[in-house]
């Protein structure tokens, strides 16, 4: 799921304390230095895997998420595609991070793991993991030479000019230059509502209040009954700093720099922000948002949207609402959701959105554990390959896709199965499933679309991104205490916020907001936005 991309909650500081020693107990043979010898000469013109297929392995491939559940190797279109191309087996387990410290603590890991990468542990990939360019030279240099992107393996290479990993979804900037990035931010509202309401501009704070209230007087009632929610946003964890779409996804739509003068700018105190929160406070005051969304999780959110609960939504990840659109147009065609223009700043700017990072989202790792480093190699070299790529995206030519003008094109039944049965597809395809080290530019560059339920959201965005690589990873380092001080401000941060926006009067709010920014300070604020600065100047260095 490009991501396919489910949100998860970053965990940054919650594998460190148990793995920062343990990670360098693993008792392997088959570590850097001593690696078992190539079966023939590689040749980085050539991927390994089309000279090795007769030599057959099974692999066990950890994914630190535990929603990550496939059916079988081999049972879906894309790992039978795969095992039929390398001759080999994966077994892919799901986890989350107290199997992963637990694996790590004992040091005894599968062949490859991913994990996201801002969790602790992969700051010490050197413990556990053997170097992908060790590995590319000795069996597969063709990972180094084609397959891998040249700017993402720069940006991930060690002070040590070790590459330990290799992310999913990297976005560099050669693919903003070609235009093959999308966003995920979008701010959605019911077609039939908004066009029995005249189409307002809700990009105002005036507009979006009155259209809000418009709304309800016009559909007072979902089919189902229930009353209508004239506006609600991504989901809070409100217990662990989860913004949802209030913070940074609100701040683009108000296009509220990063930086300034090549220093992180506080977002937070920005006049243009502030007003806005105002408006949701506003917004509450009369009914338009419920208390509903300070208690509702994502999936409960995302389930009423399919019985057409929200007028309004604003959301932080365009990619995730494919299923629950598609069961919201079953329901009912006529209340599909459309993106509008939504809020934007007093300059009434367009809104500015990232299109993915140089970091991508996940990171995966070759262990030091494993007894198949070269078919290991060569798997990894095969999903990131523009081959590997086109099949985890796109199945096997001329039975589920066809190319038309040097463009993949899905066949008629597999398109329509994907538009009507999202999790059918999943089942028997697998395609888009399997994105461990995905490279989504190349894929939208091959004719890569989103389902028909999102399409014209993501169109709406498709002018509105880019790059954003130089505050890419500026946050303290996970599990140290500046980490710790950082997490307990955003949790602050969230609550604070719904403060904000139940407080009955601006003035009230006003001084709430002020008291927070103010009280940042009792946790290391001041050395938190040095570390911020040092790293945006290690960043804009690094890209140079």
């Known amino acids: 799921m490009k991501m396919k991309k489910v949100l998860v909650a970053l965990a940054a500081g919650l594998v460190c304390a148990m793995t ?31 000279k ?15 929603w990550y559940k496939r059916a079988g190797w081999g049972k879906d279109t894309v790992s039978a595609q795969i095992k039929k191309d390398m001759n080999i087996d994966v077994k892919f387990v799901a986890g989350n991070d107290d199997k992963l410290n637990t694996m790590m603590a004992s040091g005894k890991l599968p062949d490859l793991v991913t994990f996201d990468r801002q969790l602790a542990v992969a700051q010490n990939a050197k413990k556990f993991a053997l170097p992908l360019n060790t590995l590319s030279k000795k069996y597969d240099p063709y990972f180094l030479a084609t397959a891998a992107k040249p700017q993402t393996v720069k940006w991930y290479t060690q002070p040590d000019g070790n590459l330990y990993t ?54 007072p009632k979902t089919d189902n009954g229930t009353a209508l929610v004239p506006f609600a946003s991504t989901a809070l964890d409100i217990q662990n700093g989860g913004d949802g779409a209030l913070g940074g996804t609100l701040q683009d739509f108000l296009r509220i720099p990063l930086t300034k003068d090549g220093k992180w700018y506080d977002r937070d105190a920005d006049p243009e922000y502030l007003t806005w929160l105002d408006t949701f406070r506003q917004a509450y005051s009369e009914g338009l948002i419920t208390n509903a969304q300070f208690a509702d999780n994502d999936n409960t959110m995302k389930e009423k949207m399919t019985q057409g609960t929200y007028f309004a939504y604003l959301h932080s990840n365009t990619k995730g609402l494919n299923e629950y659109m598609a069961d919201n147009n079953r329901r009912n065609p006529k209340q599909t959701y459309i993106a509008v223009d939504g809020p934007k700043n007093s300059k009434g700017q367009e809104p500015q959105f990232t299109g993915g990072s140089i970091s991508g989202w996940t990171n995966t790792f070759i262990t ?19 081959h590997g790529t086109m099949v985890t995206t796109f199945g096997v030519k001329d039975k589920t896709y066809t190319m038309k003008d040097g463009q993949a094109v899905l066949t008629p039944d597999v398109e329509a199965l994907r538009n009507k049965d999202a999790a059918t597809y999943d089942k028997k395809h697998g395609m888009g499933s399997y994105w461990e080290v995905a490279d989504d530019p190349y894929a939208i560059s091959m004719g890569e679309k989103p389902a028909a339920t999102i399409s014209q959201m993501v169109e709406w965005a498709s002018n509105k991104v880019a790059p954003r690589f130089e505050v890419e990873n500026i946050d303290p380092t996970p599990g140290t205490a500046l980490a710790r001080n950082l997490t307990a401000i955003n949790t602050d941060r969230v609550q ?29 604020w001041d050395e938190i936005v040095k570390t911020r600065n040092e790293q945006v100047a290690k960043n804009i260095k690094k890209l140079k």
């Open 20 to 50: 920062l020693t343990a990670c360098g107990n693993s008792n392997s043979s088959s570590n850097a230095d001593s690696l078992p010898k190539a079966r023939f000469t590689p040749d980085k013109k050539v991927p390994s895997w089309q």
């Open 52 to 66: 090795d297929t007769k030599h057959s392995a099974s692999l066990t491939w950890y994914v630190n998420f535990d």
């Open 166 to 219: 290799y992310p999913s979804f990297s976005t560099n900037e050669d693919d903003y230059k070609d235009g093959n990035v999308v966003a995920d931010q979008v701010f959605i509202v019911r077609k039939d509502i908004y066009e029995k309401i005249g189409k307002p501009n809700m990009s105002t704070p005036e507009g979006f209040l009155k259209a809000l209230q418009e709304a309800k007087k016009a559909a």
């Open 368 to 386: 030091k554990n494993t007894k198949e480093p070269q078919k290991a190699m060569e798997l990894l070299t095969y999903m990131a390959s523009k």
């Open 496 to 524: 604070t916020l719904v403060k904000v926006i139940k407080t009955g009067s601006k003035s009230e709010a006003d001084k709430i907001w002020k008291d927070f920014l103010a009280r940042r300070k009792n946790n290391n």
